[in-house]
């Protein structure tokens, strides 16, 4: 230390000590009464009086000196705020003088009665905590009382508040408090409980303001009774007995409710507490004294709640895992691999959207092209259904055994029940050559998505609600259901808006006879069959793939028009069969089934007459010509906005009931009569769905459009445009893009077909057909 620095502190330890002196040669307030030294030395804050006559000081801070008696404070009548704690005061009646007393601080004192002195005019804050009061009395005579400390006395009922009309800031911890009442119909805002015998939340409806709630310390098992304090935004119930986690259920109307404490509750044992609690008040900032994370908002939600894209990935990775997780084995597949995309028709809708109907009646009648791909349920069978026909019909232990075989494409829990494809189901049909139709919820597109199949997504939607909530009355849905069903009709059009080309067509299933014809003419159109006559006698095929077979080759069916009416399946008939010839396919066709024996040897024919250059499979037409985008225009999006309002004001139209599948036509409608004859009619009604329009604007584009999206086959574009008369002026000037090779995915030239994840936007289907 410098000698500087001694010097001086030296100095200020003998000022110090003058100090000292001086203080004990003045004993302020001797015996605890109050002198005028001491109030001298306490006042300040000079200013008007409230009479505005005089100069006066306006508060007094005299606190700790051990005061007994105060009467001398009888005398400083202007005094406005008094601070007087930390005394040995029991009595108060000298404040009775104080007539613009506004403040009061009389806590850590020994006063035995609240306010027991004549009123203030205006009283606002009063802090009488630490104190021995054990009543509270009536403070009727303190109306515009704004805040009121009794902490740590020793009330036991609150009481004598009604007239504190202005009351908005009361604090009694640490009282003997068990039960809340006289608290009706103030405007409290924050309110300080804790740390007495509460069990209940009682008597709170009427705290209407009520922000800031501590309850901390206290005995209470349920939050019941906060249900309408809208306002809260602060809740502290740390160290009580909260012991289920649905409690927090009463705190779901308070919408500012940012803090919240459940700290040493019994609630904060159960795994994921804090998550389940986020999950339930997502609007909080601060739990249990930490701040929340967006992270973890955000992994409550996906533990809880998962958004359908979520749980669709999740569903994917578990049938992904679970299907590598196999014993290593060469499946006997006909189906394609990732590199060869399998034709395949999914119908996506809400229940009762008709898209089962629509599936079976189109594989009825296109059973030369398509077969049923049948889901997998947990759900018990209605009567009209059969096993293995609508639905294979399972156990929850069976349909888990079998997702842990990875058997299942995809998988997800619909209405309390699992629903699933298992690539069986799939194999099944394409053994027979055939393309699959499925029908799904939303949740089971998200996840086929994902997969390496690329099926065409036709919405089939019900834009009339009446009419939808017939349709599920007739059905088998219960009152809770009904309404949920029709909100998905909802969520189905914002999907379609906010996604764009997630569909490859939507189709308005109000009238299902009309719905069949336009999915029956579009998919005609796919197919390359301008009709259904006998004397039609084109030439159509379809292909297929298959994994594993002989030599990896396109595997393509050719059928003449006539066959196709004929012909009760696309694969089995007339087939110019030959003979496979060596040994590798001859082995692999005996150690087969009679169906896996014929698709084999129609397959290798069928190669044959490509390898010869013999016939263009039209399956590939399926990925060349696709289907109509359910557009984007603005034009389509006021269009589905006015169908939207139009669906919410529908009368309900007169419809027969429809409700099962097997083809038995319960939809039939007068127009379903002529479906099988598709005429123009269906066109106009093509117009007429959102997202399908005629105007030249979109014909202009289509090549563009088209062009956007290549196609998995090759296909020489100016012969195809030339053949569906789609030249235009723009047809003229081809990119070279378009007038290269297309390649399949997987070959360097991949673009993403229309419907995938990849490439969102199609082109519309009407300009081809035109
Ligand atoms: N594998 C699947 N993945 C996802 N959803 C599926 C699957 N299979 C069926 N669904 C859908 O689950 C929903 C409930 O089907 P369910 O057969 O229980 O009811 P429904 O009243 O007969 O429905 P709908 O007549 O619309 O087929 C339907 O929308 C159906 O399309």
Partial sequence: MVVGDAEMMTEVAANNEVDTDQDRDVELSPGGVLD??????????????????????????????????????????????????????????????????????????????????????????VDMSWNNIKQMCDLSEHPFLKKLILDN???????????????????????????????????????????????????????????????????????????????????????????????????????NLRELSLLRNPIQELPDYRLCILYKISRLVILDRHPIKEQEKVLALNMFNPPMGVVAARDHITNVVYSFLQPAKVWDSTLPNIGTPYPMLVLVGPQGSGKRYLATKLVKEFSEYFGYGISHTTRHPHLEESAGKDYFFVSVEKFEKDVRKGAFLQTCLYNGNWYGLQMGSVERVAKEGLACVVHMELEGVLSLKKTYFEPRYVLVLPLDSQLHEKRLRARHCTDQQIPMILQRTDMYIQQNQDHPGFFDMMICSDDIGEAYAQLRKLVMDYLGIGSLSSSDSSTFSSVSYSRGTADQIPVITTRTMSNVVRASTWSRTSDNFSQPRGPRLGSLIQSRGTVEEESVKRRYSVAKDVITGNIQPPAKQWWIKYPTSVSVSEDSQSMLKEMREKRAQSAPTILNEFGTVNGEDKFATSSDSSSD??????????????????????????????????????????????????????????????????????????????????????????????
């Fill in 36 to 125: 005028e030294e001491t109030i001298t030395r306490g006042l300040s804050n000079l200013g008007r009086s409230a009479n505005g006559c005089h100069q006066v000081y306006l508060n007094l801070a005299i606190p700790g000196f051990s005061l007994t008696d105060i009467s001398l404070l009888s005398e400083y009548q202007h005094l406005q705020k008094v601070e007087i704690p930390y005394n040995d005061i029991t009595d108060l009646s000298a404040l009775g003088n104080l007539k613009y007393l506004l403040f009061l601080d009389a806590s850590h004192n020994r006063i035995e009665h609240l306010l027991d002195f004549d009123p203030p005019f205006n009283l606002q804050e």
């Fill in 153 to 255: 006395n020793n009330i036991t009922t609150i009481q004598g508040l009604e007239k504190c009309k202005q009351l908005k800031h009361l604090s009694l911890a640490h009282n003997k408090i068990r039960t809340i009442t006289g608290l009706d119909h103030l405007p409290i805002q924050h309110l300080n409980l804790s740390n007495n015998n509460i069990l209940f939340i009682d008597n709170f409806d009427s705290l209407k303001h009520l922000k800031e709630l501590n309850l901390s310390r206290n005995c209470i098992r349920s939050l019941s009774g906060l249900e309408n304090n809208t306002l809260l935004e602060a809740v502290d119930l740390e160290s009580n007995e909260v012991i289920d986690i649905l409690e927090v259920k009463y705190l779901r109307n308070a919408k």
């Fill in 677 to 770: 004859t598709p005429s123009e009619s269906y066109l106009s009604d093509l117009d007429s769905a959102p997202g399908l329009h005629k105007d030249d604007d979109h014909k202009s584009n289509i090549n563009a459009n088209f062009m956007g999206h290549l196609p998995t086959e090759k296909i020489d574009p100016l012969s195809f445009i030339d053949k569906h008369n789609y030249r235009s002026a723009s047809a003229t000037h081809l990119p070279d893009a378009f007038t290269q090779s297309f390649s399949r995915p997987g070959s360097k030239c991949i673009v993403s077909r229309p419907g995938s994840d990849r490439n969102t936007v199609l082109p519309p289907i009407q300009n081809m057909t035109a």
